[in-house]
Nanobody, 125 residues
Framework: QVQLVESGGASVQQGQSLRLSCSVS???????IGWFRQAPGKDREGVAC????????EYRESVKGRFAILRDDVTTTIYLQMNNLKEEDTGSYHC???????????????????WGQGTQVTVSS
C-alpha cells in the first residue's frame, strides 16, 4: 500500500526558509514525485517534480531559484527546500506519486495519482 506523509509546514515571515518532508512507503522508486500546493479558494498547482531517476527536476516559474526538490534514497524521503519565502507561497503543500517515471517538462496535476494529506505553510509579511 502506497503512503505519502508530509511534514515540516509552519508559519514563517517573508524571506525565511522551510524544508518540507515527504515520507514515501510502498512505492516503486522509479516513478516521479511531485510537490503541489493549494491556497484557499484557488486551484491546486504544481510546484516541483523530481523524475524517478532523480536526475531531472522541474519547477513552476515563480519558485525557480528559490525552491529545490531533493531525494534521500536511504530513507525514501523527498524534500522541498524553500528559501526566500513570499506571501504568495502560502498554502497547503502536498506531495504526490506520479504515474510515469518522468516529469514531461513540467509539474502536471494529471500525471500524479497518489497523494499525501498535506502540510500547511503560511508566510506573512
Amino acid at each position: 500500500q502506497v503512503q505519502l506523509v508530509e511534514s515540516g509546514g509552519a508559519s514563517v515571515q517573508q524571506g525565511q526558509s522551510l524544508r518540507l518532508s515527504c515520507s514515501v512507503s510502498g512505492s516503486r522508486r522509479n516513478l516521479a514525485i511531485g510537490w503541489f500546493r493549494q491556497a484557499p479558494g484557488k486551484d491546486r498547482e504544481g510546484v516541483a517534480c523530481l523524475s524517478g531517476s532523480g536526475l531531472v527536476t522541474e519547477y513552476r516559474e515563480s519558485v525557480k531559484g528559490r525552491f529545490a526538490i531533493l531525494r534521500d534514497d536511504v530513507t525514501t524521503t523527498i524534500y522541498l527546500q524553500m528559501n526566500n519565502l513570499k506571501e504568495e507561497d502560502t498554502g497547503s503543500y502536498h506531495c504526490a506519486r506520479g504515474v510515469y517515471a518522468g516529469c514531461n517538462g513540467g509539474v502536471f496535476l494529471d500525471r500524479f495519482t497518489m497523494w499525501g494529506q498535506g502540510t500547511q505553510v503560511t508566510v506573512s509579511s
